[in-house]
């Protein structure tokens, strides 16, 4: 160490003045190429400006709903014996979900039968009409023998004036011919009567037999609805009644529900204003495609239109209820989901619009960098109106053709210049 100190030492003065000015060069050189560095224009993504067509959509709160719904209840007074299905599984209208006990049916329809059979027997019985039959027997012998008294009257009365006879056989004869004339009458009488009633009988019977056939038809479709089957197709809920327990047609409570999922409904409101403005249009509702975000910010893959526009605005709200139809094939959406429905509520052409990022709020200034043809960045104040996606429509501000900066914004200072390239716009859906 002491030698190379005193070889430090011995070395000439001009060799020290060297190393110091070299180093002082390089110090200077390295601050150069810093300045040189920082003057350099910063990288900015820039984008032309030009009109175009932009559909306008809002989102609105939404739910869905089975328009559909089905209470399933029981037509009939019973227990309950057997229940069928899965709850929460797909069921086919027409499939058997409940049996009641069916005895008490079966008798009642026997019972009903049986009367029917009676009812039956008797109706052929007066359609024969054996008592008028008798009757009108009865009338054609008593005729029979008016007759013959006539005759005997007719063979005696010459033979009592030529004094060939006695007088008191004629009158017995007369009187003979009086009590045929009577009888006969009286037959007469007796053969409308039991007619009258043969046919009042008949008229009667027949009406039991109808009767007999209501209450037959009334006790098997009573058994008919001892086994409860599905009254649509749709998904279903869990059973409300037991297995034993009592169910009526005037029970409060339904057996169970059943709610169709193909295709959803989705519920939701507009305001009076956007109604009118569609009004203006000469529409009830928005004529195009609905989309469905659900709540986990998916979009539901199918579209969906309104369908229904009810016909009174609620004064509580303010707003008028809207029904759309989705399809929902695989039965992925239930009923009571909340979401959002994206609903094109107008359209502009050729609109000026610039991504969203682009804008710069101050306060209630909203300002854009334009990058002129010298390449040099100037702040412009704009007014924006609707936004379409990450997209907002410059309502003032902006001219067709004209350069605005998107992406690099905090590296730029009004009127300095930059260094543009062109501005990718990502494609829709990404």
């Known amino acids: 160490m002491p030698g ?4 430090v ?5 001009p060799a020290v003045a060297l190393c110091l000015a070299a180093v002082l060069l390089q110090g200077c050189t390295a601050s150069g190429e810093r300045r040189a560095t920082a003057a350099a224009p910063p990288l900015v993504t820039v984008m032309e400006v030009q009109p175009r067509y932009v559909p306008i959509f809002a989102d ?18 019973g227990y309950v014996d057997r229940w069928l299905f899965q709850p929460g599984a797909e069921v086919a209208a027409g499939q058997v979900l409940y049996v009641l006990d069916l005895r008490p049916f079966e008798a009642s329809a026997e019972q009903a039968r049986g009367n029917l059979r009676q009812s039956e027997a008797d109706l052929d019985f007066a359609r024969k009409q054996v008592s008028l039959l008798q009757a009108q027997a009865s009338l054609a012998s008593a005729e029979a023998s008016l007759v013959k008294a006539q005759q005997d009257y007719e063979r005696l009365k010459p033979l009592v004036e030529a004094d060939a006879a006695s007088q008191q056989d004629l009158d017995a004869a007369v009187a003979a011919l009086r009590a045929a004339e009577e009888t006969v009458k009286a037959n007469k009488a007796n053969v409308e009567q039991t007619a009258l009633s043969t046919r009042t009988q008949i008229a009667s019977t027949e009406g039991k037999v109808e009767s007999n056939h209501g209450a037959l038809n009334t006790a098997q479709l009573n058994l008919e609805y001892g086994t409860i089957r599905a009254p649509i197709s749709g998904r279903i809920g869990d059973s409300l009644v037991p ?22 409904w989705v519920r939701f409101q507009v305001t009076e204003s956007q109604y009118l403005a569609w009004a203006r249009r000469g529409q009830k509702s928005p004529a195009g495609q609905l989309t469905l975000i659900l709540a986990d910010g998916s979009e539901f893959p199918a579209r969906g239109r309104v369908t229904d526009t009810l016909n009174q605005v609620d004064p509580k709200t303010g707003t008028l209820e809207l029904q759309a139809s989705f399809p929902n094939p695989r039965h992925t959406l239930l009923p009571g989901q909340f979401g959002r429905l994206r609903v094109q509520v107008d359209e502009r052409k050729d609109a000026i619009v610039i991504p969203q990022k682009a804008v710069q709020q101050l306060q209630s200034m909203q300002t854009v960098y334009t990058v002129g043809p010298d390449n040099k960045a100037l702040v412009r104040a704009i ?12 309502e003032q501000g902006l001219k067709a053709g004209e350069r605005i900066i998107v992406e690099g914004q905090l590296k730029v200072r009004p009127g300095a210049a930059v260094q543009p390239e062109p501005y990718q716009e990502p494609k829709s859906g990404s």
């Open 243 to 264: 297995v034993g327990g009592l169910v009526s047609p005037t029970a409060a409570q339904p057996l169970t529900t059943i709610v169709p999922l193909d295709p959803i």
């Open 383 to 394: 007014v924006t109106g609707s936004r379409s996606g990450e997209m907002w429509i410059v």
């Open 9 to 13: 030492r011995s070395l000439p003065y």
């Open 4 to 7: 190379k100190t005193q070889q």
């Open 60 to 77: 609105f709160a939404a739910q869905t709903y089975a328009r559909n719904m089905v209470d399933v209840r029981s037509r009939v007074e």
